[in-house]
C-alpha cells in the first residue's frame, strides 16, 4: 500500500473512532496537514490503539518532519484498558517547570557574609509580578550596603505559567539604564530561568541612594494568560584586582525617573537628546548605546527596500521596508562621533518559537551595548559650556536604479538609551588641547534587486542585495592636570553585507548576513566582532491554520582587550581558592566551587557563541504547536596581544556544548579551566511542550502580520508608557 494510501486510511481511522476531545484535536490537526499536501480522503475505520501504532511508524518512516507529533501521543498509553490505568489515571502528576537558559561565560558570586577580601553582602531588590503592567513598572529604593565593596553581580530569576509573548525588560537605576533583558515564552507546565550578571561598571551609582525602576511591560487577557513572577538580588562584594570604574555616569535618557517614569526613547517619534556640562577635569570619557528593534523593526534585517513593499502584497501582504541595514548613530554637537551596527537579536518568539525552548537566542536575556570612546572630543567638552549627545538609528532610502542614501527614519520602533562614563583627574584641574579632528565620511552603500514573474505574470520571486562599508576617524591631542601631552583617538572600521531571496510569492525566505568591525582607542580599548546570519524560513496557510518550518545557523565572534568600561568577565578567573557560588545556566541549584586560576591570565577576554537549529511551527484552530532542534556551542578564553616575540597569548577559561530537542537538553558538555563540570541533563514538562499556544492567528490580516514581517498588529511592544517614549499597546 502506498504511503499516500495509508495515511488517508489512518486519517479516515481517527474520524470513525469512538468521540474523544483529544481524538478530534489531533484529527484536526492532522486534516490540515494532509489537506496542505492534497491527500485524498478515505473512509474506513480503526481502532485508535492501532492508529497510533500507524501513524507513529508511517509519520517517522515517510514524513520525518512530522515524527514531531510523537508528543502528542505520548500521554495516550495503549495499554489504557489495563484495570490499573483508571486508578494511575486519578493521580495527578507533578511536571517541573521547564528551565531556560542562556548560555555564556560563568559568573562566580561570593557566599556567606564575608571573606579574606572583605564583606560580602547580598540584598533583595526587587520581588515583583509583572501582570497586566503596561505603563505600570515596578518602583522600588536602594540604599548602598555597610560595607565597601569593588564588585556587584545581580541575579534575576523568572518564573511564568501559562500563555504570553516574549516581552523586553528595562532596569534603571534613576534616569541610567543599567540592564536590557527579554523573556522567555512561557508554557502551560511553567517556566523558570535565572541570569546573573555583572554590575560593577555601575559603581558610581551603587555608592549612593537610587531609585530602582524596572521595566517589564505585560498584558494579560482571555488568551495570553501568564505573568511573569520575578525576584531581583545584587551581591556586593571585593575582588583583589579590578578595573577602575567610572568616577560619574550620565545618562542619555529621557529622564523620567522624577515621576516614577522609564526613561527610554522610541524611535522614530522622540528626540533621543540630551545636553550636559562635562566636568572641565574629566580625563576620560566613553559612550556605551543600547539599541534594539521591536514591532516592525524586530525582524530587520529581512526587511526589503521601499520601493518593493508591495511586491506580494496580494499573497502575502505588504513588506516592511528601509531596507535591511541599520545604523546607530552617537552625534556629539550634531557631528557624528561613532556608530554601531547592530547585532541581530532573536528574541524567544523570533523565526519560530520552538528553536528558543530551553536555549535562548544569543544575547536575548543580556542584550549587549556597544562602546564608543569620546576622549578625542574632551579638548571642546571641557570648555565649561553646554554640549548635546544623540541617538539616531539610520535605514537606506532607494531611489532608483540601484542608488540608495541614509535615511533618518526606520519603521517602528527602536528602543534606545545611553550612558556617559566619565573618569575624572583631581579635582579643579582642567582638561584641555588641541580640537579633534573628525575624518568622518558617509557609508558606501550598495544595493541592487531583482524581481522575477511567474506563467500568470505575478511576482514570484524578489531578490535583493545590501553592502555598506564605513570609516572612522577621530584625533585630537590632550593635555591633562599632570602635564602630560597625549594623543588621543578613536577609529572604526566596519563592512556589511546582506542578500534576501523572497520566494514562491513571499512565502519562503532566505537571508544571509555578516557584520564586520573593529574599533579601537589610544587608551588600549580594542573590539574585534563579527555576526553571521543565515536564517531559511517557510510559511503557509490553510483552512485558517498557519504552518512555519524554519532553520537557522548564527554566530557571534567577540574578542574585546585593554580598559572596556564593561567587566570583560576574566575577574571570574582571578580570584584565589576562595569558595563561592557559580551558577550554571540552566540548572536550577547554583554549586559551591572553588576556583583554581591558570597560570597566566591575559587581560583581554575572546567570546565564541554559534547556534544552530532546526523547528516547525503549526497551528490549528485555536491551539498552535512548535517543535524543534537546537545546537550551541560556546568559547570563553583569555586575550592578549601579541607582545615580545609576536606571539600573542590565548587560555581556554570555559567551554560548553549543548543541544536540545522538543525542549528537553539531550547533550550537554562543560569544560571549566581544563576540569568537566558533571551535571545531569535537564528533561522537560514535554508531556505539553509542544502544546503551549504560542501565537494567535485569528484576525490578523496578513500571513506576514502573523510573523511580524508585514503591517498590522505584530508583537505587542509594552516598553514605556509614559510621555513621548510611550510605545503603542497593539493588543
Not at 492532522?30 to 491527500?39: D, P, T
Not at 509573548?165 to 540592564?179: A, K, N, P, S
Not at 584586582?241 to 526613561?263: E, H
Amino acid at each position: 500500500m502506498s504511503s499516500s494510501r495509508t495515511f488517508n486510511l489512518i486519517l479516515a481511522g481517527l474520524a470513525g473512532s469512538a468521540p474523544n476531545p483529544r481524538h478530534e484535536k489531533v484529527m484536526q490537526l492532522l486534516r490540515y496537514l494532509w489537506n496542505a499536501w492534497g491527500g485524498e480522503y478515505i473512509k474506513v475505520s480503526l481502532s485508535y490503539d492501532n492508529m497510533l501504532l500507524n501513524i507513529l511508524s508511517l509519520l517517522c518512516h515517510q514524513l520525518p518532519l512530522l515524527c514531531v507529533l510523537v508528543i502528542l501521543f505520548s500521554s495516550v498509553p495503549v495499554a489504557s484498558r489495563d484495570p490499573d490505568y483508571a486508578l494511575g489515571k486519578r493521580q495527578t502528576p507533578i511536571i517541573p517547570p521547564l528551565v531556560n537558559f542562556q548560555v555564556s561565560e560563568p559568573i562566580l558570586t561570593s557566599v556567606g557574609d564575608s571573606d579574606q577580601y572583605g564583606c560580602v553582602h547580598t540584598q533583595l531588590l526587587m520581588d515583583h509580578a509583572f501582570s497586566f503592567s503596561y505603563g505600570m513598572p515596578f518602583i522600588g529604593s536602594y540604599t548602598p550596603p555597610p560595607c565597601t565593596f569593588n564588585r556587584v553581580t545581580i541575579n534575576f530569576t523568572v518564573t511564568s505559567r501559562g500563555r504570553q509573548f516574549d516581552r523586553l525588560g528595562l532596569m534603571y537605576l534613576g534616569d541610567v539604564e543599567v540592564f536590557r533583558t527579554s523573556t522567555a515564552e512561557p508554557t502551560n507546565n511553567g517556566i523558570v530561568w535565572t541570569y546573573i550578571k555583572e554590575m560593577q561598571q555601575y559603581n558610581a551609582l551603587w555608592r549612593a541612594d537610587q531609585k530602582i525602576i524596572f521595566d517589564l511591560g505585560n498584558l494579560i487577557d482571555s488568551t495570553y494568560t501568564a505573568s511573569f513572577n520575578t525576584t531581583l538580588a545584587a551581591t556586593f562584594s571585593t575582588i583583589p584586582s579590578s578595573r577602575a570604574a567610572a568616577d560619574r555616569i550620565l545618562p542619555i535618557s529621557a529622564k523620567r525617573s522624577g515621576t516614577n517614569g522609564t526613561s527610554a526613547f522610541s524611535l522614530p517619534g522622540d528626540n533621543a537628546l540630551v545636553a550636559y556640562t562635562i566636568p572641565q577635569n574629566t580625563e576620560r570619557a566613553v559612550v556605551s548605546l543600547s539599541a534594539c528593534g521591536q514591532a516592525s523593526e524586530e525582524f530587520w534585517y529581512t526587511n526589503v527596500f521601499n520601493m518593493e513593499v508591495n511586491t506580494f502584497e496580494d499573497q502575502v501582504g505588504t513588506l516592511y521596508g528601509y531596507s535591511p541595514f541599520r545604523e546607530v548613530q552617537l552625534l556629539i554637537d550634531g557631528q557624528l562621533a561613532g556608530v554601531s551596527w547592530p547585532f541581530p537579536v532573536i528574541f524567544t518568539g523570533g523565526i519560530v518559537p520552538g528553536l528558543w525552548r530551553p536555549i535562548a537566542g544569543i544575547n536575548a536575556f543580556d542584550l549587549r551595548e556597544h562602546e564608543i570612546d569620546i576622549t578625542p572630543w574632551l579638548t571642546i567638552l571641557c570648555d565649561g559650556a553646554s554640549h548635546t549627545f544623540e541617538i539616531r538609528v539610520i535605514g537606506i532610502n532607494d531611489i532608483g536604479r540601484g542608488n540608495a542614501s541614509l535615511s533618518d527614519i526606520v519603521g517602528s520602533t527602536w528602543i534606545v538609551t545611553g550612558k556617559i562614563f566619565l573618569f575624572l583627574g583631581p579635582e579643579g584641574s582642567t582638561t584641555s588641547g588641541t580640537a579633534p579632528r573628525i575624518d568622518v565620511s558617509p557609508p558606501t552603500l550598495q544595493i541592487s534587486s531583482g524581481l522575477t514573474k511567474n506563467a500568470t505574470g505575478a511576482n514570484e520571486t524578489l531578490t535583493y542585495h545590501t553592502s555598506s562599508t564605513r570609516s572612522i576617524s577621530i584625533t585630537s591631542t590632550l593635555k591633562t592636570s599632570n602635564g602630560s601631552v597625549f594623543p588621543a583617538s578613536w577609529t572604526q572600521q566596519l563592512t556589511y553585507t546582506n542578500l534576501n531571496i523572497l520566494l514562491s510569492q513571499g512565502f519562503t525566505q532566505r537571508t544571509e548576513q555578516l557584520t564586520k568591525g573593529t574599533d579601537r582607542s589610544s587608551s588600549g580599548y580594542t573590539s574585534q566582532y563579527s555576526y553571521p546570519l543565515i536564517i531559511n524560513s517557510t510559511f503557509s496557510t490553510s483552512g485558517g491554520g498557519v504552518g512555519i518550518t524554519a532553520s537557522l545557523t548564527r554566530s557571534l565572534n567577540l574578542t574585546i582587550e585593554g580598559p572596556s568600561v564593561f567587566p570583560s568577565g576574566i575577574q571570574f578567573f582571578n580570584r584565589t581558592a576562595s569558595p563561592a557560588f557559580f551558577a550554571v545556566p540552566g540548572h536550577l541549584s547554583p554549586v559551591l566551587y572553588t576556583a583554581f586560576p591558570p597560570p597566566h591570565l591575559p587581560s583581554g577576554a575572546c567570546t565564541t557563541s554559534m547556534q544552530s537549529g532546526s523547528a516547525s511551527y503549526l497551528s490549528a484552530g485555536n491551539a498552535s504547536y512548535s517543535f524543534g532542534t537546537t545546537s550551541q556551542g560556546f568559547g570563553f578564553r583569555g586575550s592578549e596581544a601579541a607582545g615580545v616575540g609576536g606571539k600573542a597569548a590565548n587560555e581556554e577559561l570555559y567551554t560548553r556544548r549543548v543541544r536540545a530537542v522538543n525542549a528537553s537538553v539531550v547533550e550537554d558538555v562543560e569544560i571549566l579551566i581544563g576540569r568537566r563540570l558533571e551535571r545531569p541533563l535537564l528533561g522537560s514538562n514535554a508531556k505539553t511542550s509542544g502544546e503551549d499556544l504560542v501565537r494567535q492567528s485569528v484576525g490578523r490580516r496578513s500571513v506576514r502580520e502573523f510573523l511580524g514581517r508585514g503591517p498590522g498588529r505584530s508583537k505587542d511592544v509594552l516598553v514605556g508608557g509614559g510621555g513621548g517614549g510611550g510605545l503603542r499597546n497593539e493588543e
